[in-house]
């Protein structure tokens, strides 16, 4: 039996998977976002933790047998976020999430000070990042940054609350901008940049490597006789190619979660910062990926739900099968935007609106609006060399398939839904506590899962979009200049 975690956003997640892989329970609970002041975004560790036992707590009173029998713990996270220990390992203030915009100074004063930065960690500095937080406490915190002696990333600092250790994997490490992807290294010249050294960080390993073991208290807790390894893990898109199989170069997914991504695994590092492309180490030895990512796709229907006061799956059912664009355009902007923009303080807008706009017309346009922004990450990805031909599609959206259908005709590519698409981040997670535990390879472990269905790009549909996506890009150009005037 293999246990994987996910921690995300919205949610940490648990799932039990046994020896043949099938899914024996799963259990989730929700968190809550505080967003003190406009583009800041924060979450208490302590949060993260509580759901976690919840969560585990709720597979044991639903499984206690085969929880017991665990072998394999797999961790699966929210990247970028940084936790901030003094020298007892106390938290000293909340997480500064992935999608917080408040360090975009600090991004440029980064690039000034490290031109190597972008050949290094292959990134452009990017608010989200942690390094560029670290700075900005650096500036407005000082304090807090005089007793900061460790950094870790979210999951990783649930590793230590599980284990004891302080272990990242090179994932998730990629996303930090103190990383040499190439090298799968820290880098003391980008440490340094934002006054840190080596001391501060976790020990690096491969997401599928054992990292620390269970402390006997949980295991007890559990009911579980011996305390089961860890694995390095993954961050959340990384497990979720893990889940998926996508472990050969060529292999791409769609994700349609809080966050949209568009990936491609590589067999080697290919860095694309001119397009704000992301390129990262995968979670397995010896690949890497590239990625566009949006900020706010799932959430932006979160958003429109909230606005609407109508459930999300009501708002859905509403659309009829999308046959033409709707008359609406949607920038899905809320918390700024990475690929293709890097820009923190762009936000979202609806525009097109007449008397006759209707609900159900605000809400494919939503669809199409982070629609949009994945084909502008998938033109990113083709300027660096990389063309994706089809894809999956995970994610909470992937149920959907109105918006799967609109997201391939924006595309222009097929996208295959498969079974248990949502799963994501915690199946990878659990795959990689299985080869933790086992010593197995891969290939042997990362099969693909079934494609349910298969959604061509509708030919009149994926025309309209052709014809909408200049307008779409317009408004980008338009409203940037706008943002932070009186």
Known sequence: MFLGLDFGT?????????????????????????????????????????????????????????????????????????????????????????????????????????????????????????????????????????????????????????????????????????????????????????????????????????????????????????????????????????????????????????????????????????????SFCHALPRTWHQMGVTLSAAASLAWWSGVTGRSESDLLAELPAPRAASPAVFLPYLSGERTPHNDGAVRGAFAGLSHDTGRAALTQAVLEGVAFSLRDCLDALAASGTAIREAAAIGGGSRSRAWVAIAAAALGVPLHRVASGELGGAFGAARLGRMAATGEAPEAVCAPPARVETVEPDPALAEAYAARLPRYRALYRALSPLEGTP
């Open 10 to 278: 919205s949610s940490v997640k648990a799932l039990l998977v046994d020896g043949e892989q099938r899914v024996l329970a799963d259990a989730a609970e929700a968190l809550d976002v505080s967003r003190p002041r406009p583009g800041w975004s924060e979450q208490d560790p302590e949060a993260w933790w509580r759901a976690m036992l919840a969560a585990v707590d709720a597979l044991k009173a639903a499984r206690p047998r085969e929880l017991a029998a665990v072998r394999g713990i797999g961790l699966s996270g929210q990247m970028h976020g940084a936790v901030l220990l003094d020298r007892s390992g106390a938290v000293l203030r909340p997480c500064i999430l992935w999608n917080d915009t408040r360090a975009t100074d600090e991004c440029r004063e980064l690039e000034a000070a490290v031109p190597s930065l972008h050949a290094t960690a292959g990134n452009l500095a990017m608010p989200g990042f942690a390094a560029p937080k670290l700075l900005w406490v650096r500036r407005h915190e000082p304090d807090i940054f005089a007793r900061t002696a460790r950094v870790l990333m979210p999951k990783a600092w649930v590793r230590f609350r599980l284990t004891g250790e302080m272990i990242e994997d090179m994932s998730d490490a990629s996303g930090t901008l103190w990383l040499d992807i190439g090298r799968r290294d820290w880098s003391d010249e980008l440490l340094g940049a934002t006054g840190l050294g080596r001391a501060a960080m976790p020990r690096l390993v491969e997401g599928d490597a054992p990292a620390g073991a269970l402390r006997p208290e949980l295991a007890a807790r559990w009911g579980m006789a011996r305390p089961p390894v860890l694995a390095g893990g993954a961050g959340d898109n990384a497990a979720g190619a893990v889940g998926l199989g996508a472990i050969r170069a060529g292999d791409a997914f769609v994700s349609l979660g809080t966050s949209g991504v568009l990936w491609a695994t590589t067999d080697r590092h290919v860095p694309w910062p001119r397009g704000a492309v992301h």
